[in-house]
């Protein structure tokens, strides 16, 4: 799994792209976890090219949102339609503010 | 009716997908409904790898996928340990952020996700979970 990050002046932004399922899910759990511990609380995860997420990717994404509040915010972008309907489906998407796309997600900081 | 084995590994869970995708395709799911259940599928696989073998292993994951007039049916058989669904919390999900705990999930998301889920286990066949979604109304 490539995951990129780029930090700006206000958050960072998290980049992967394909599926994030139980085989992978630990990597981008890390890839976060190195973010907050410099200190960032801010970040953006821009989900435009990522088509699947399996639960053990939210888990990574609320253990990351546990940390960052209420300092910071995890807030995500650009999510595929189908996750987004199983994210709400489970009442889970009530703990992250949702974005369209990057630019208003980076925007919100 | 097709079967396809699979060994017990997170590293299958792709091609598993890429399986039931093309069965859930060829039964005519709509898109939302072929994503239920990639995620129903998958969920269900790790379950067995990471809490049913415990590890991964040689041991056989069988997924038959059968067509049917008004959907689909996914059958998954293995051979770890009989599971109790029953012993497994159901996940509050209107609680706090701070009290989420990683239990249930993906049972739940499994039941959210298709019409009808059935389990049982016997010594001679294994465990047999048994998925059918729908299609939209």
């Known amino acids: ?109 | 009716m097709a079967t396809k084995r699979f060994s017990c590994s997170l590293k299958n869970l792709e091609e598993i997908c890429d399986y039931v995708t093309h069965c859930a395709k060829e039964a005519g799911l709509n898109e939302s409904e072929v994503y239920a259940v990639q995620l129903a599928v998958d969920e269900a696989t790790t379950n067995i790898v990471e809490h049913g073998y415990g590890e991964e292993c040689p041991e056989r994951i069988d997924i038959t996928c059968d067509v049917l007039k008004d959907g689909l049916k996914v059958v998954i058989y293995d051979d770890a340990a009989p599971f109790t669904p029953e012993t497994v919390p159901e996940p509050d999900t209107k609680i706090s952020l701070d009290e989420m705990k990683p239990r249930g999930l993906g049972l739940y998301l499994i039941h959210k996700m298709m019409d009808e889920v059935h389990y049982e286990s016997t010594p001679n066949k294994g465990n047999t979970l048994t998925m059918i979604k729908h299609h939209a109304k």
């Open chain 1, 1 to 109: 799994m490539e995951i990129q990050t780029t930090e700006y002046k206000r958050c960072t932004v998290v980049r992967t792209s394909g599926r994030i399922d139980g085989s992978n899910a630990h990597e981008l759990s890390q890839a976060l976890k190195n973010i907050t511990s410099k200190g960032i609380m801010n970040i953006v995860f821009d989900m435009s090219e990522v088509n699947f997420m399996a639960s053990a990717g939210w888990w990574a994404l609320i253990d990351t949102q546990k940390t960052c509040k209420p300092t910071g915010e995890l807030v995500l972008s650009g999510i595929d339609k189908g996750i987004k309907e199983s994210l709400n489906l489970v009442g889970m998407g009530t703990y992250f503010n949702v974005f369209d796309d990057l630019t208003g997600a980076v925007a919100n900081f």
